[in-house]
């Protein structure tokens, strides 16, 4: 398992996404959400949601980070993934990452066999659950290896 991030790290995680949903662009529903990973040589990445007309197109913060992350050269040793998120930019109830964005950071951890500790931050409540308890029985890289052809 994954080791989980020590309590300076943990709070440095949750204050990059708190940071982040500050500049999350959510005119639409006005929910906005931010998130921070962090990586196993310290670095932390973060994202924020990014609303769109066609509310399809929209991308959520977990999705904006993976792709910081990917484009920074982060594909494998993902420890932590903060997320926190509230009407107005105003922390309400925990949030967890959605199912797509549960699959975008499964992906991620499976490139260095990471099981990430998720921390959901709420106005009241934090709740830490591992990736793996979020999205069990996930599909991945593995699931996609072709048997070698006789």
Do not use: K
């Given at each position: ?65 993976v792709a910081h992350a990917s484009h920074a050269g ?16 105003v922390a309400g109830t925990v949030v967890t990452p ?53």
């Amino acid at each position: 398992m994954t080791a989980a991030p020590d309590p300076a790290a943990r709070a440095a995680l949750i204050a990059a996404a708190r940071a982040a949903m500050a500049a999350a662009y959510a005119p639409y529903s006005r929910f906005q959400v931010g998130a921070a990973l962090l990586f196993g040589d310290g670095s932390v990445v973060t994202g924020s949601n990014v609303e769109n007309a066609s509310y399809g197109l929209s991308l959520c913060a977990e999705t904006v980070a993976v792709a910081h992350a990917s484009h920074a050269g982060h594909r494998a040793g993902l420890i932590a993934v903060a997320v926190i998120g509230g009407p107005h930019g105003v922390a309400g109830t925990v949030v967890t990452p959605c199912g797509r964005c549960r699959q975008v950071l499964h992906e991620l951890a499976a490139l260095g066999a990471t099981d990430p500790l998720v921390i959901a931050v709420g106005a009241q409540e934090t709740v830490d659950i591992r990736l793996s308890a979020l999205l069990p029985l996930a599909f991945g890289p593995g699931t996609l290896a072709f048997p070698t052809p006789p």
